[in-house]
């Protein structure tokens, strides 16, 4: 591959974002019925308490009620049609039977974790699918297409605007400087530098010309470009990371059908035990009144409730302290499941570095620098910035420069103290690293770069490696070189490069068919296919793309690559909180069930019973609140 020019003077920014297709948080019905609910429950709550009249809390609860049960009760009803049972519906049922014993305040407060928990799931369903739609935005909706010739001959023909979508393999496109390409090609004509980081995560552009592949999506820099179309839009490289991240997020399907298959039956069970200990009793002349009171003290004490409950307290913890140290968890599943990660993919460019290349060396007169940042200060290229960054750095006085002009794939030429400075490729050396100073058509330095090494790179890796006894992965789309000199400074030995897309894809669901659990780390567009194949997910926040923050499972927020055996830790440590709990929660429904069937549970002894388990486990949950959790799930304890 061509290596990257020293110049995009006129190209925009590498970063520049797609459209935006974000949904507002409003726009969802199911957060506005949940807001609603919360907000009935939260004024009700205090006027209950403090035994204040029936009627000014009352129509509170109500609301409470109506506004919460109505998405997962009409989600019920709609699988009764279906013939099938879901815990929303029992939810709503237990807690209208709660509320028809006059345990108002237990009910309302289960409609308002289910009500809650689905506006959540909603709301990260439309992000994902927004962010996805927005990618399709990298590639532009008109390209020209040349006619009236063929090849390179085209450039006499005529220009026409069209529809990306109307192109056809085998159509020349002209594509301007500063216009992202329409479609997947390779150039016939002319030279420039294509900023391609959101196919292949390169940190740098790279030098097209005759013969070279392009993408569509990425960004031209100050050349133009003559491009052959190889493929039709629904096949370019954009499109199929699209396709995979939907195809990726859909192989999730099967645990959750797995998930609802038990729901199924522990619902039809309480459903069934309450009915029989309702029309058994009546029909063998028991009371109605003290049946019926019976039945629906068993309905709250067999409800998942306490278990719901039991198992958020420690994981809602964790994200709690998690996000005060800087990482966004997404959920209280995401959290669960991060723990139970064996095997971490790491990415290379804006993951385990920077991003952004740094002058490293000045190999000769040092001196030189302060010229070639003056060659340098009218081009907005990376390398460019970094020259500038390191002169200014170096405390050097950069002259004025004039008669600048730049070539694409080559380099830049100035006149600096009447002198001609030119920064150009090293012959010799490697071009994506190395450029050499040239004053009046003598060499007199040679600037060596590099992506500079996240702060704490190296721990981090290890740190992982401890925590899952596999050394991480390199998964980069970056050249084997690049790739190999970081991975030898981290301690990584198993290195992937050159990689697209849907090949990190590949590399996931091998090791996922192998039985392993895969924590994908990436940043880029480029990720987001691996991000959402992968069993757990985290992206780098600071300069992560739009759709790999949207499809992972979790994002570091200030790019502290530490963080993330960290938050593994804390999901371990909220994991065994978690079974603990469950084993409480579990002793005591278990108990208050058997004393309902085999004796008589007194409701209020009933109640207390409840909610007391609730109480001891959410205590126990709570304890990861504390700093002191951070800091022993970042020491590995």
Request: proline share 5%; charged share 20%.
């Amino acid at each position: 591959m061509a290596s990257p020019v020293l110049d995009t003077q006129t190209a925009p920014s590498r970063t520049a974002p797609a459209p935006s297709h974000g949904t507002r948080v409003s726009a969802l019905p199911e957060v506005r019925w949940a807001a609603l609910s919360a907000l009935a429950f939260l004024l009700a709550l205090p006027l209950d308490l403090s035994d204040a009249p029936a009627w000014t809390w009352g129509p509170l609860y109500a609301l409470c009620y109506a506004a919460g049960g109505w998405e997962p009760g009409w989600a019920g009803l709609q699988a009764l049609r279906e013939k099938s049972l879901d815990v929303d519906l029992l939810m709503v049922v237990a807690a209208i039977g709660a509320a028809a014993i006059g345990q108002y305040l237990d009910g309302g407060l289960l409609i308002v974790i289910f009500a809650v928990s689905g506006a959540l799931e909603a709301l990260a369903t439309r992000r994902t699918a927004d962010s996805v739609r927005g990618l399709l935005d990298l590639a532009p909706a008109r390209a020209v297409r040349l006619t009236g010739g063929a090849g390179a001959d085209v450039a006499a023909g005529r220009e026409e605007a069209v529809d990306v979508a109307a192109l056809r393999v085998g159509d020349t496109v002209l594509v301007r400087p500063g216009e992202r390409l329409p479609a997947d090609g390779t150039v016939l004509h002319g030279a420039s530098d294509v900023d391609q980081a959101t196919i292949t995560g390169e940190p740098l552009p790279v030098a097209k010309a005759p013969g070279d592949e392009v993408f569509a999506g990425t960004l031209n820099g100050t050349g133009a470009l003559r491009v052959r179309v190889d493929k039709d839009a629904g096949d370019s490289v954009i499109a199929r990371i699209v396709a995979l991240v939907e195809e990726a997020s859909a192989t999730k399907a099967p645990t959750q059908l797995f998930i609802e298959k038990i729901e199924q039956r522990y619902s039809v069970g309480v459903v069934v035990a309450t009915l029989a200990l309702f029309a058994v009793p009546l029909a063998l002349g028991a009371d109605f009144t003290s049946t019926l009171l019976r039945a629906m003290t068993f309905m709250i004490v067999a409800s998942p409730c306490a278990v719901v409950l039991a198992t958020m307290p420690p994981l809602l913890s964790a994200i709690a302290t998690a996000g005060r140290h800087g990482v966004l968890v997404k959920s209280a599943v995401v959290m669960e499941r991060l723990g139970t990660v064996d095997r971490i993919a790491l990415d290379k460019t804006g993951t385990l570095t920077e991003g952004a290349p740094r002058v490293t060396e000045v190999r000769g007169d040092e001196a030189a620098l302060a010229l070639a940042a003056a060659a340098e200060l009218p081009s907005e290229h990376p390398l460019a910035r970094a020259v500038v960054a390191a002169a200014r750095a170096r405390e050097l006085s950069v002259p004025e420069a004039r008669d600048f002009s730049s070539v694409p794939g080559e380099g830049v030429r100035a006149i600096v103290e009447g002198r001609e400075v030119r920064v150009r490729r090293a012959d010799g050396e490697h071009a994506d690293t190395t450029v050499e100073v040239v004053v009046d058509g003598a060499r007199v330095a040679v600037l060596e770069f590099a992506d500079r090494l996240r702060d704490g790179a190296p721990e981090a890796v290890a740190a992982l490696t401890r925590l899952t006894g596999t050394t991480p992965t390199l998964l980069t789309g970056d050249n084997a070189a690049a790739a190999a000199r970081i991975a030898e400074r981290t301690g990584i030995t198993d290195v992937r490069a050159g990689l697209l897309p849907q090949d990190k894809v590949a590399a996931v669901r091998e090791w996922e068919r192998a039985g392993a659990r895969v924590l994908v780390v990436g940043d880029g567009v480029n990720d987001a296919p691996a991000l959402a194949a992968a069993h757990s997910s985290v992206a780098m926040g600071r300069a992560g793309s739009d759709l790999a923050l949207e499809t992972a499972d979790a994002v570091v927020v200030r790019d502290e690559l530490a963080t993330v055996p960290a938050v593994v830790a804390l999901s371990r440590r909220a994991r065994r909180l978690v079974v603990q709990n469950l084993v409480i929660a579990g002793f005591c429904i278990g108990a208050l069930v058997v004393w309902d069937l085999v004796g008589h549970l007194p409701l209020p002894l009933g109640v207390a019973g409840h909610e007391g388990s609730t109480v001891l486990v959410g205590l126990n949950g709570l304890r990861l609140l504390r700093d002191a959790a951070w800091r022993k799930a970042a020491a590995g304890e």
